[in-house]
């Protein structure tokens, strides 16, 4: 679906966009300050390498990859999960 960048207002657009940014700062300083914050960021750096090869085409599954940087594999590790795991993990 394409749309037609003339047609949007960027006016209607900045203040939720904006908001967002309010609620994107004050959720990273309530996880700074938090007893889980060190497992929210954990996570959200395991998030990112998935998604990050799954831009590569590589499809890594986010439990697979929790387990294999815990070392408590339950299947052999694929390729893909070798990969991310030298590339991001390490």
């Not at 047609?7 to 700074?32: H, N, Q, T």
């Not at 300050?33 to 799954?54: I, K, M, N, Q, Y």
């Amino acid at each position: 679906m394409a749309y037609d960048v003339s047609k949007i207002s960027m006016k209607a657009s900045l203040e939720p966009a904006f908001r967002a940014g309010v609620e994107l700062a004050c959720l990273d300083e309530r996880m700074a300050r938090s007893h889980v914050g060190p497992g929210w960021t954990e996570r959200s750096h395991f998030t990112d390498a998935c998604a990050s090869l799954w831009i590569d085409g590589e499809l890594v599954h986010l439990e697979d990859l929790v387990l294999h940087g815990a070392t408590t594999d339950i299947r052999t590790p694929t390729h893909e999960l070798r990969c991310i795991s030298q590339r991001h993990l390490r």
